[in-house]
C-alpha cells in the first residue's frame, strides 16, 4: 500500500550527470526510470518536475554575462531536454507518459494545463512538467511547488543526492546533524538551504508538505512511497 495516492517527485538536473560530470548520464537515467516504474505499478499518480542544472542554470549564466531573462529561458529549455529524455526512459520501461511544457512547443510537448494533467494522471500516465512556470526570476524549486499545488498532490518528493535535510550542509561539515522531521516555520528560522525561500513559503502557505530523500540510491524512491524513514519530513 502507498504512502501517497499523488505525488509530485522534484528530481535534480545535475543528478543526471552521474559519473560524468556533464549532460546526461544513460546509466543513471535508466535508474531513475525503473525507480519510478517500480512506484508508477504501486497505482501512484505521478507529477515530475526535474531541474536543468546539468545543461545550463540561468543564474550562473547572468554572471558570465549572459542577460537574465535570456539565461533563464535557455535554462528552461534545458529542462524540456531532460524532460524528454526522461520521458523517453519511462517509454522504454513501458511506463505511458506525457511530456507538458510551460511555454508553447508543440509537438515536443502539449501545452500544461492543471485540468490536463490530473486528467493524463488518473488515465495512469506519468507526467513530466518541463519548462519551469515558463517565466523567468523563478527556479525549478518554485516551479515543483506550483505544480504539486496546482494537481493537488498529497506530498512533493524531492530526490537530491543528500539522505534528507541537516543543520549544516553535510558534504562540507562533518558535523551537521539530519532532521527526521522539520518544520517549514524552523527552515526559515534557521535559514536551511531546503529550497528557495519563494517555494518554501508557497509550500506552507497551501498546506503541500515536503519528504526530501536520496534519489541516487536506487530503491529509496519505494521506500519512501513504502513509509520507510529514509528521508527528512517537512511539513507546516
Known sequence: MARFKRILLKLSGESLMGKQGYGIDPERLAEYARQIKEVHEMGVQIGIVIGGGNIF?????ATKGFDRVKGDQMGMLATVINSLALSSALTTEGVANKVLTAIRMEPIG?????????????????????????????TTDT????????????????????????????EKDP?????????????????????????????NDNHLPIYVFNMDVVGNLK??????????????
Request: hydrophobic letters at 40%; a negative charge.
Open 143 to 170: 516551479g515543483s511547488s506550483l505544480r504539486g499545488v496546482e494537481i493537488e498532490a498529497d506530498v512533493m518528493l524531492k530526490g537530491t543526492r543528500v539522505d534528507g535535510i541537516y543543520t549544516a550542509d553535510p
Open 57 to 61: 542554470r540561468g543564474l550562473s549564466g
Open 110 to 138: 502539449e501545452f500544461y494545463s492543471k485540468w490536463r494533467a490530473i486528467e493524463e494522471m488518473e488515465a495512469g500516465k506519468v507526467c513530466i512538467f518541463s519548462a519551469g512556470t515558463g517565466s523567468p526570476y523563478f
Open 223 to 236: 521506500k519512501v512511497m513504502e513509509g520507510e524513514a529514509i528521508g527528512t519530513y517537512v511539513h507546516p
Open 175 to 203: 558535523t551537521a546533524v539530519k532532521f527526521d522531521d522539520i518544520t517549514y516555520s524552523e527552515i526559515l528560522a534557521r535559514n536551511l538551504k531546503v529550497m528557495d525561500l519563494s517555494a518554501v513559503v508557497m509550500c
